[in-house]
């Protein structure tokens, strides 16, 4: 079922080119696999492994250009962070779900374990470009590496992976790097897990704060400095990063930045893209 497939290697590419989604190479995975609810997200009820509506034959979403508009919001800030294409193309050497009943089934209960090991390669892929985190490069190193070879199991042997505790090991090497990061000048207050929930705190300096996990949904952060902020798992949704700097920011990724609102001024870090629903202009 293996195919000689030249496929993007993090230990080799600190880029991160190959932890981000290629759509074209992956069989619609996320439109399939997984479950979501009528909600302010989607529009509709979609059990897991059952095809959206707005799927394509050729795997392709039909409504792509306006999914914000026809109420699929939802869609455009989730990332797998490349796994849908590592599960078509490599796990599955290219055999996609409409293979039969048991090649599916698989292929949805693999996706979700290749998206978290994905995740975890995109923040250790960071770390090791952290220079303050060089005391701690050869593990953290080892820790990529060792989560790379996970990726490249079987099918069956994916299905069984103890993740959660591959998940431990690794958040303990970020939460060593994020001290690293954030230890010149002093610390700001943890704030790990707080709820700060359309909060008002506009202007703000929470550069080298520790927001990981923190509840900013519709939070005003406008104008506020994030610069060296640890945001790993920090929730966006809505939350108003106009003129707000997340340069240098810590565990930042895509999907959080498309679920808040920006503008032309939010300053970002450079592996990070404007979202194309926020203004063009200023």
């Not at 779900?97 to 390669?121: C, I, N, S, Y």
Request: charge should be positive.
């Amino acid at each position: 079922m293996s195919k000689n497939i030249d496929y993007p290697n993090p230990i080799r590419d600190l880029s991160r080119n190959s932890l981000r989604a290629d759509c074209e190479r992956c069989f619609g995975l996320c439109c399939v696999a997984l479950p979501f609810a009528a909600s302010a997200d989607f529009t509709i009820d979609k059990d897991a492994g059952k095809p959206c509506p707005n799927l394509q034959s050729d795997f392709r979403c039909g409504i792509h250009k306006d999914l914000r508009q026809k109420g699929f919001k939802g869609c455009t800030v989730f990332d797998c962070f490349g796994a849908g294409q590592k599960v078509s193309q490599v796990t599955f050497g290219g055999d996609d779900w409409r293979e039969g009943p048991e090649t599916a089934k698989k292929m949805f209960d693999v996706f979700p374990v290749m998206q978290q090991l994905h995740e975890m390669l995109w923040y250790l892929t960071e770390a090791l470009t952290l220079a303050a985190a060089r005391p701690i490069h050869k593990e953290l190193g080892s820790a990529l590496q060792e989560t790379e070879r996970l990726t490249q199991l079987s099918p069956d042997s994916l299905k069984e992976l103890d993740v959660p505790a591959h998940r431990a090991n690794v958040n303990n090497l970020l939460l060593k790097t994020s001290e690293l990061a954030r230890a010149k000048k002093g610390k700001k207050p943890d704030r790990r897990g707080a709820d700060l929930m359309g909060a008002n705190l506009k202007g703000t300096d929470l550069s080298r704060a520790n927001l990981r996990g923190a509840y900013l949904i519709g939070a005003d952060l406008r104008d506020a400095d994030l610069r060296m902020a640890d945001l790993i798992g920090a929730d966006f949704r809505d939350a108003d990063l106009s003129g707000a700097d997340l340069t240098g920011s810590i565990f930042l990724t895509q999907a959080q930045v498309n679920a808040a609102k920006g503008d032309t001024k939010t300053k970002l870090p450079s592996p990070l893209t404007r979202p194309t629903h926020w203004p063009a202009f200023g």
